[in-house]
């Protein structure tokens, strides 16, 4: 009895060392997981400083866009298609004679629909004492005009083209030239850049460059380094001149166009944002 006495007092004390150590290993796992989050002790999140920067590249435009319709009414699809057609073949032909290639002329859209025009019903008079012996229709008898409608009378056919001039010394001189092939809706000219991606690196280049020199500043300021880049975003883009002479062209006639448009300069440009870690 003795024994047994014993040999249960050494499992209670076992027991208990084993809960005492397996106590101690989940504190200091717990521990562990609370510093590393942050709780306790130095946070594990590197500090960081943030700056925008701009850069602007200012370029002359090399190209052009021009854009005009095409647009004829007929009894049929086929003679509505024939006229735009017609007119096509004369807007393209002028622009070979001035060295614009296929590659630069392009067809945006066509389209036909039919045409409507509303059509109101005759009028007519109502007979006096309709329904009985002896109808008559005076003077004075009143008008009943039924509803109108909807009538089909043709159709109009469509095609939007816009045009790539690449020698933009000529675009007055195109635009007064295709006034005068029938096309209708003549807009532009619309000056850009035909390659911008190499004027937009540099652009970002000035503004990645801007970005940094302020952020040097402000660190040597705190008397910190900066680190490496922990985000980095961009936006901005160009600033297109678009020039309309009020009366330069009467849409399809043959109205005089200046030889000679002011192009201006294109500014394109790039904002970034990037922030460093700082150590």
Known sequence: MEILEQNKKRIYQSAFVFLVILSAYFAIKIFGEIKKDSMLGESTTPATISFSGHGEVNA???????????TKDATTVKDAQAGVALIEKKALDFLKTKNVEDK????????????????????S???????????TVSPESPYYCPPGRQVAVGYTASESITVKIR????????MQGLGTTGVSDLSGPNFAIDKEDVL?????????DDARTK???????????????????????????MYAAKDSMSYGTASPAPAQIPMGENTI???????????
């Open 60 to 70: 002359f435009p090399d190209i052009a866009n021009i854009y005009f319709t095409i």
């Open 104 to 123: 630069d002329i392009k067809t945006t859209n066509a389209s036909f629909y039919p045409k409507y025009e509303y059509r109101q019903g005759i009028c």
């Open 125 to 135: 008079k109502i007979p006096v004492g309709a329904g009985t012996a002896g109808v």
């Open 167 to 174: 020698n933009v010394d000529n675009a007055g001189t195109i």
């Open 200 to 208: 937009k690196a540099q652009a970002r280049k000035k503004a990645i």
């Open 215 to 241: 952020a040097e500043a402000l660190a040597r300021d705190l008397g910190v380094s900066l680190g490496k880049i922990a985000s980095f975003n961009e936006s901005g883009g160009g600033y297109p001149i």
């Open 269 to 279: 440009s790039s904002d970034v944002t990037i922030t460093y870690e700082i150590k």
